[in-house]
């Protein structure tokens, strides 16, 4: 049976982040694996935080103070409405999340930790006043949030004008890029991924979700079984995600 | 009859922006009246070019080899799908449009005045050198990417969660914001638009549109005619969008 954490408790969830007894060296090694800080010297006041499984690296709504790294472990980012939960994201290890607190004192969604999760937290002050001086980091930056920019408004097009098949085509061809394993039968999705996890990434239900996967199975363009998906055709699930 | 230019029409669409005789006065007037460049220099190369109503900017996938700041007028962003358009923004008077030129060859979408329009067209290279040594203006860039960022967010968030209702209600809201004028009743909105055009930017289709606003009018929340709308009752409207 595929069961997300319910709503209710997802609303009362808090940042549940541990500091993690850490050395600048730590700090540093994790900086230097991420292709935004590439070349560049880690930030100044940052420490490291674990969260386990299920829990939560920050709030959604809750303040803002820093922006996290992730150095191990998949965070998926979510905003929870009354009655429905989307998924926003995922972030792996190199990859910045909660940038929105450079410019607001909230964070815009809740990131749940998917593994056991490790990452750098760095102080939004220091983050900025790095940002005022470095214009290589500044323009990184840029390129990373304008990059998030048209994958959201892709995705509202997409909810505008693709079908629901449409986009759970493109979801697994993105998927088997960001996690993807070499299979005999093609690409290895390399994560577990609920029906309903994808329904809440492509903006449908849990059983619209499972007919058509099923039908992809069916099509030879997928495998599945145990949670985990072999993209087979990627070229084709391509044709059906424009 | 509402009618929009049609589908393959707006797919043949070129830029037809035309070089005005300018002098370096008009153009540093017109950067100095944006916000994004107050006390700044004006970008050196910028010209001044227009376009008539209904024309483009620049258009969808075409090079993108200069980023735009409209001065009088407005653009409509348009994305166009084989069997139907979204309405990505609008841009008015002193806000930069096509700044994905920045990042990317060619622009994400049809940007097509709704009005005769007026802008500097400032080549990227030019733009790009000038982020590379200015931090303040790298920082409102940053500021405003993030800021379209968000919107393109809450609105895929929208177009999975909430109702057509809601999020027609969501569009009267920033439109009255964006266009209001005050008004005995209210707020009215100081542009034409048809309910296809509004059905372009809530994701729907033009005969639900037309039900909801006539549903919205007779509980006074609205007053409509002439392809004008006046916003009676901004607070039900922003109760109606969540």
Redesign the interface.
């Known amino acids: 049976v595929i069961r997300e954490m319910p709503i209710a408790k997802a609303y009362a969830s808090t940042p549940q982040a541990r500091r993690s007894p850490t050395s600048p060296a730590d700090v540093a090694r994790i900086f230097t694996k991420s292709p935004l800080f590439e070349g560049l010297q880690p930030i100044s006041g940052s420490t490291v935080v674990t969260v386990d499984r299920r829990r939560a690296l920050y709030g959604q709504a809750t303040r803002a103070d820093a922006v996290l790294l992730v150095a191990s472990g998949r965070a998926r980012l979510i ?1 929870t ?1 009354p ?2 939960t ?1 998924t ?1 994201a995922y972030r792996g290890p190199g990859e910045l999340t909660g ?2 607190s ?2 607001s004192d909230s964070y ?1 969604c809740e990131a749940r930790a998917l593994d056991r999760l490790e990452a750098v937290r760095i102080p939004v002050e220091q983050f900025r006043a790095r ?3 470095d ?1 290589v980091l ?2 990184r ?3 990373l ?6 994958s ?2 892709r ?3 997409a ?4 079908s629901v098949e449409a986009r759970v085509a493109a979801f697994l061809v993105e998927a088997a890029v960001r996690w993807g394993i070499k299979h005999e039968l093609g690409t290895l999705v390399g994560v577990k991924l609920t029906h309903l996890e994808i329904a809440s990434y492509v ?1 449908s239900t849990r059983e619209t979700v499972t007919v058509i996967l099923g039908e992809l199975k069916r099509r030879h363009l997928i495998e599945t079984g145990h949670r985990r998906i072999i993209v087979r055709d990627r070229e084709a699930l391509l044709r059906l995600s424009v």
Chains 1, 2 share one sequence.
């Open positions: 905003k409405a009655d429905r989307t926003m940038e929105e450079l410019f815009d940002l005022d001086k214009a500044a323009g930056l840029l390129r949030v304008q990059e998030r920019r048209a959201a408004e995705r509202f097009e909810a505008f004008t693709r903006g």
